[in-house]
């Protein structure tokens, strides 16, 4: 891009290639995995040019995401508001995690091109300086209505490496909570996958919180939200 007798222009590469949708389950988890690792070992990129987004940015839409959930999706209120409770139970974890990379926030098949030995990483406009475990929760979260999908990434040494430390394994499930809640505030047809991921998360992972307890805890949770709120 640039400028030239004062008019702005924006060059962009044709590339001619597939996208990974059709291929194996294996080959689409690894592509991923080393666009994660390439993303994370960019340094030389300047910076201050990328929007920064730690973990007081995305607690910050709980609050609105949560009510904008709960209003669009009344009869899955309890499970809102597991998701809420578990994310505020996260957030030691999620401010311990001071690392930041580069992330893309939006890996899918439709967003990865292939070309002989080449990827190339499409739809850019999300990237940002974040917490890296973020764009294995977009994975793990949009992919959990696909099982093969799913325990194939669970089986990869990178996300066995997550798991296996309590405190990032909490944070990763706090990111995928959060982004589970966007979607349900966005629009009611979400709660299909919102529902898979809840039913397929590993068997580790907290079992519900909020069942026979239910009525105890809405009180407190709801103050928590309304005090955030004003």
């Not at 290639?17 to 991923?32: C, E, L, W």
């Not at 209003?71 to 030691?92: C, D, E, G, L, V």
């Not at 929760?137 to 309590?166: C, H, M, P, W």
Request: charged share 25%; glycine share 4%; proline share 4%.
């Amino acid at each position: 891009y640039g400028e030239k007798s004062g008019e702005l222009y924006l060059l962009t590469e044709h590339i001619s290639g597939s996208h990974i949708v059709k291929d194996s389950t294996a080959v689409r988890v690894n592509a991923y995995l080393h666009i994660i690792k390439f993303l994370k070992s960019q340094k030389n990129i300047k910076k201050s040019s990328i929007a920064k987004r730690g973990p007081l940015f995305w607690l910050s839409m709980l609050p609105f995401i949560t009510l904008r959930a709960i209003f669009r999706n009344p009869p899955q209120t309890i499970m809102i508001i597991q998701a809420f409770w578990k994310i505020i139970s996260a957030i030691p974890e999620l401010l311990l995690r001071r690392k930041k990379g580069i992330i893309h926030r939006d890996l899918s098949d439709y967003n990865v091109l292939k070309k002989e030995r080449s990827l190339y990483l499409l739809d850019l406009q999300l990237v940002c300086l974040a917490d890296p475990l973020i764009d294995y929760a977009v994975l793990y979260y949009g992919y959990s209505n696909n099982k093969d999908f799913i325990q194939t990434l669970e089986g990869t040494a990178e996300f066995r490496e997550i798991t296996a430390n309590k405190s990032s394994k909490k944070a990763l499930f706090a990111y995928m909570y959060i982004f589970a809640l966007y979607e349900l505030s966005l629009k009611a047809h979400a709660r299909e996958l919102v529902t898979d991921f809840f039913g397929n998360k590993p068997k580790q992972v907290d079992q519900p919180i909020i069942r026979s307890k239910f009525k105890t805890w809405i009180l407190p949770i709801l103050l928590i939200i309304v005090a955030t709120l004003v």
